[in-house]
């Protein structure tokens, strides 16, 4: 019976002091290198403010929001900035505001090009106005995109939405990264693509939006891997204050009421996403819950998933 006993203990109580053992080496090395990968990389691959003047950008989706900031601080910064979308007299309005702004930002250091990226010609005459104006491309801001909220058991046989939201917010992409690839390795250049907190973590209304943010998030990250030349940073907002949701599709049209007390500025959204470039980020989440459900979405994805739709839900008035 003491042998039995003796065998339990050493059974139950060598594993133990093995797992001890390993756990107490592990975390600390883990904890460092959680430090060193997401405090101090990120400051000694900053670039200086003064490396960016003459750089050529070209940033989608600037006709307000997070593109028009963007805009803004890119060509305070000295770089030349192509900025991109549908709405020609946007873009006109964001470029005098910027000038009139900023002094030192002449006529001729902010480029307006008009055209919907998901027709292939207006995408290849972007970068033809680029190249033909300053024969190089250093940094593509990929933020044109459409939200939608819709429930999927109502569609009624037409999908049209689906087709509508990967046309721009995923084959436009590839397309235009496809044609300033050769440009940006050469300049050893960066991609910056606004995804979403979507591109993480499903929600209930937003099968449509929330899947093509995860082509989005798929190719990207598999394209970062084929090349050495090509800096990849993917940004995932969370809620901002744009009018982006006051344009999300509906099956029934009607504009969607949004709870949008704790939205981030899109200016403040602008200044992390440039930061993160500079820094060499590879990708950056931008909301503190965000952060914490993707560490903890591996070990517990039923509390994830249910907090995920709470905080979505919390958005939408009722």
């Not at 008009?114 to 250093?138: A, F, H, P, Q, Y």
């Not at 084959?171 to 300033?180: A, D, G, I, Q, R």
Request: proline share 2%; aromatic share 10%.
């Amino acid at each position: 019976m003491i042998k039995l006993v003796y065998w339990i203990i050493f059974f139950i109580g060598f594993p133990y002091l093995i797992i001890k053992s390993l756990v107490s080496l592990i975390l600390p090395i883990a904890t460092l290198y959680f430090i060193y990968c997401n405090f101090v990389a990120p400051k000694l691959r900053e670039k200086p403010e003064s490396s960016y003047k003459g750089k050529v950008v070209i940033i989608t989706g600037a006709s307000s929001g997070i593109g028009a900031e963007i805009a803004r601080k890119y060509a305070i910064l000295g770089c030349k900035v192509a900025i991109v979308a549908r709405r020609l007299e946007q873009l006109e309005k964001v470029k005098s505001n910027i000038i009139k702004d900023y002094s030192r930002v002449k006529e001729d250091d902010i480029l307006v090009i008009r055209g919907d990226l998901t027709i292939v010609d207006d995408c290849k005459n972007m970068v033809e106005k680029v190249i033909d104006k300053w024969s190089k491309i250093d940094i593509c801001i990929w933020n044109a995109g459409s939200g939608s909220l819709i429930e999927f058991s109502k569609l009624q046989g037409d999908i049209s939405i689906y087709r509508e939201n990967m046309e721009l917010n995923y084959f436009s992409l590839v397309n235009c990264t496809h044609l300033v690839y050769k440009y940006l390795e050469q300049s050893h250049g960066s991609i910056v693509v606004i995804s979403s907190l979507a591109g993480k973590f499903g929600t209930a209304l937003r099968t449509s939006y929330s899947s093509s943010k995860h082509a989005v998030m798929g190719f990207f990250n598999s394209l970062r891997n084929e090349t050495k030349n090509i800096q990849i940073t993917i940004i995932c907002p969370g809620f901002i204050l744009t009018e982006f949701h006051d344009n999300l599709k509906t099956l029934d049209g009607k504009q969607v009421e949004r709870n949008k007390g704790n939205f981030m500025t899109a200016s403040q959204c602008a200044t992390e996403i440039v930061l993160a470039e500079r820094q060499g980020v590879r990708e950056l989440i931008q909301t503190a819950k965000g952060r914490v459900g993707n560490y903890l979405q591996a070990i517990f994805p039923e509390l994830i998933e249910f907090l995920t739709h709470k905080f979505a839900s919390a958005s939408v008035k009722k």
